[in-house]
């Protein structure tokens, strides 16, 4: 049973860590409605907030939309 318990509970810690991760470092989430109500906006080309990307170079991309 110790394996078990092993496994389940290193899945549920990384799945944890991984929601803590997505509400912490997600541009669509905002914490903060007073002094960064829109963090989306703020985001350069370049900035990769994905957490694994498969064949895509953020570092490649450029600009292709207006500032606000």
Known sequence: LIPLFVIIGSGGLGAGLY???LAMFNPD???DK???PEPW???S???QYKFYSV???Y???KKDRPDF
């Open 19 to 21: 929601l803590m991760r």
């Open 41 to 43: 906006n703020k985001m």
């Open 29 to 31: 989430v905002s914490w």
């Open 59 to 61: 570092s490649r991309l």
């Open 34 to 36: 007073k002094n960064n």
């Open 55 to 57: 064949n895509m170079d």
């Open 45 to 47: 080309p370049s900035d």
